[in-house]
């Protein structure tokens, strides 16, 4: 009888004991939460810095550690559904290789990168090098548990693109399949998250994009609007119902470094901009090959391995005028290139060859930042 009782008394100690650790941890979430976001503030300002001070650097590098996706979102042109994950040592040596050169920022794309095996290691080897670590998902694969393991693996940002409130036969990143996602990325992710909606050719109901924005404000991330690129990455203007959307969408407040953004409202009025593209210097495009490329909608040029991109091709590339950049609607090349707009007046012609070679042929209008 009286071992009876012990054992009783055991269980419920035990249940008592995981109850106050439950609530002990859901206790210092919000501490570390706070915690991390002053870091990562602290972190940015640094980066800036170091941009402001010196050129010799890339800002931020997009790098593929696998092409292939669990979705076929009919605008995108950077998925397959076969290719084989970059083996994770050489994943590490791309890493090694652009944290040598005093990268500020690498971000991880696809494909859908949560399908690569070790991208916690990833990760952890981005943050070993000094590089503040993003990454830009579907959204599809997060659990807690996953997004535990992403806080744990020192994860700084986080992306997710809504294309529409309902899933339909172009995109099934919907609001209505990744509410839940949301919700646990509200609760558990120690990192920031930014909600991008989309506006432009091929969007059906324009208005879901600012229910998406206001989803977003409502769970207290930041949120984005981007407007659909031809293959290319060319603009195509919005209509007029689509202006006011995203200018509604513009106004509901939340900043971040992704809101440096004002060069949209040329896009969204079908005008080109004036700027200075630093693609291929500050910002790179390392694909799934390991080559360097301007970005995600002219790959093919430079094309360079990284190994053997040196910093004289990146000084030259800071000097080169792209012919795409007028028109160009890639938003991350855009953000990037402002620490720079103020100086070094590019003299030098892109190559006559360039020319975007996709890996994957669109069959629609594209857009990925």
């Known amino acids: 009888m009286f071992r009876q009782v012990r054992i009783g008394h055991n269980k419920a100690t035990g249940r008592n004991n995981r109850q106050a650790l439950r609530q002990f941890v859901t206790f210092q979430r919000p501490i570390r939460k706070k915690f991390r976001a002053a870091h990562r503030k602290l972190r940015e300002a640094r980066m800036l810095a170091k941009g402001l001070l010196s050129t010799r650097h890339p800002l931020l590098v997009h790098i593929i550690p696998t092409r292939r996706c669990n979705l076929s979102c009919r605008y995108c042109n950077e998925y397959d559904d076969f290719s084989k994950p970059v083996p994770t040592e050489e994943m590490f040596r ?13 971000t991880i794309s696809g494909g859908e990168p949560l399908l690569h095996p070790d991208l916690d290691a990833i990760i952890a080897r ?39 409130v309902q899933p339909d036969d172009v995109s099934k990143k919907s609001l209505k399949v990744l509410d839940q996602k949301l919700a646990l990325l509200a609760e558990y992710a120690e990192f920031q998250v930014n909600i991008n909606s989309v506006l432009g050719s091929g969007v059906r109901n324009p208005e879901d994009a600012l229910a998406v924005a206001q989803r977003a404000q409502g769970f207290g991330f930041t949120s984005t609007v981007g407007i659909i690129h031809d293959g290319s990455g060319q603009l195509r203007p919005l209509g007029q ?7 509604a969408i513009m106004a509901l407040g939340k900043r971040s470094f992704s809101r440096i953004n004002g ?80 100086r070094a007046p590019q003299v030098f012609e892109a190559d006559p060859s360039a020319a975007p070679q996709p890996l994957v042929q669109p069959t629609a209008p594209a857009t990925r930042n």
Not at 95 to 102: F, S, T, W
Not at 156 to 164: F, K, M, R, T
Not at 266 to 294: F, I, K, T
């Open 94 to 106: 791309r890493i090694d290789r652009l944290g040598a050169m005093g990268t500020s920022i690498i």
């Open 263 to 342: 060069f949209q409202h040329n896009v969204a009025a079908g005008r080109e901009n004036d700027w200075r593209c630093r693609a291929g210097s500050r910002y790179l495009y390392l694909c799934e090959d390991g080559l360097v490329h301007y970005c995600s909608q002219q790959r093919g040029y430079p094309g360079i391995p990284l190994e053997q991109y040196t910093e004289e091709q990146r000084r030259r590339e800071f000097l080169t005028k792209k012919g795409c950049a007028p028109r160009c609607t890639v938003s991350c090349v855009h953000q990037i290139s402002v620490v720079d707009r103020w």
């Open 241 to 247: 119902r689509e202006r006011e959307i995203f200018e």
């Open 126 to 164: 981005i943050r070993k090098n000094g590089i503040m670590a993003g990454l830009i998902t579907n959204g599809y694969l997060l659990v807690r548990e996953r997004i535990e393991r992403l806080n744990r693996a020192g994860l700084e940002y986080l992306q997710i693109s809504i294309d529409n």
